[in-house]
């Protein structure tokens, strides 16, 4: 059962555009949420992390967003630039042990 | 560079064969982790290290798969009898026991390929 989801595949955006990417999430027990940028032929990149006691972290043009009770979080990146496009990994830990629980990726393309 | 490196990069085996990947983790990194990523998923968690023990197995990781990190430094994966089912990216990430968040940071891969 995949207890992270990321329902959209694809998003594309203009540069200097807000991207928006979202993430629900099932298990109430989840502690950290955390988001990685993958580039083909790489590993997941760690961009931004946030605490389930927290309900924003922000880190230059990147901010986090975490709603408890919807169990949904958001990665929004401002202004977005050609070289933020990649696959988008929302992933969350914490109910037991040290496992991350990926979503499946959202593919992000920023157009000039 | 002092990132996590993994070797080979890429493998091409029969179905039958076994393998072994190598993962060396960030130097002052005690945590250790296997990740398994198929086309369209994201990376599932195989097993994870804290210094040379292992204390979490996924119920993904068959009998046919082992892991070891024998002096709690690099660590490999093994594969016994290769499936076609096991053609996968496998990803190895390290951490540290101080991380505030759980971070994890992943080299690049292993990418298997079993005819």
């Known amino acids: 059962d995949q207890q992270v989801k990321q329902n959209s595949p694809s998003l594309s955006v203009q540069e200097g555009r807000i991207s928006i990417l979202n993430c629900d999430y099932t298990?109430?027990?989840?502690?950290?949420f955390l988001w990685y940028k993958k580039y083909p032929a790489e590993g997941p990149t760690f961009l931004i992390s946030?605490?389930?006691?927290?309900d924003k972290n922000e880190d230059g043009r990147f901010t986090v967003f975490l709603n408890k009770s919807a169990k949904h979080l958001s990665l929004h990146i401002v202004p977005s630039q050609p070289g933020d496009s990649a696959v988008y990994f929302c992933?969350?830990?914490?109910?037991?042990?040290?496992?991350?629980?990926f979503g499946k990726g959202t593919s992000l393309l920023v157009t000039p | 560079d002092t990132g996590v490196s993994q070797n080979p990069r890429h493998k091409i085996t029969k179905r039958g064969q076994n393998v072994t990947f190598r993962c060396d983790p960030i130097?002052?990194?005690?945590?250790l982790y296997w990740y398994r990523q198929t086309l369209g998923q994201g990376p599932e968690f195989l097993t994870y290290?804290?210094?040379?023990?292992?204390?979490?197995k996924s119920r993904l990781l068959s009998d046919r798969f082992s892991a070891e990190r024998p002096k709690g430094s690099f660590s490999t994966l093994e594969i016994q009898r290769t499936e076609q089912g096991d053609s996968a990216m496998y990803l190895c990430?390290?951490?540290?026991?101080?991380?505030?968040?759980?971070?994890?940071?992943f080299g690049p891969g292993t990418r298997l390929t079993v005819l």
């Open positions: 990430a390290s951490s540290t026991d101080r991380a505030s968040y759980n971070e994890q940071f």
């Open positions: 298990n109430s027990m989840f502690d950290y």
């Open positions: 946030i605490s389930s006691i927290k």
């Open positions: 992933a969350a830990s914490g109910d037991s042990g040290y496992a991350l629980n």
């Open positions: 130097s002052e990194h005690n945590r």
């Open positions: 290290f804290q210094n040379e023990a292992q204390l979490e």
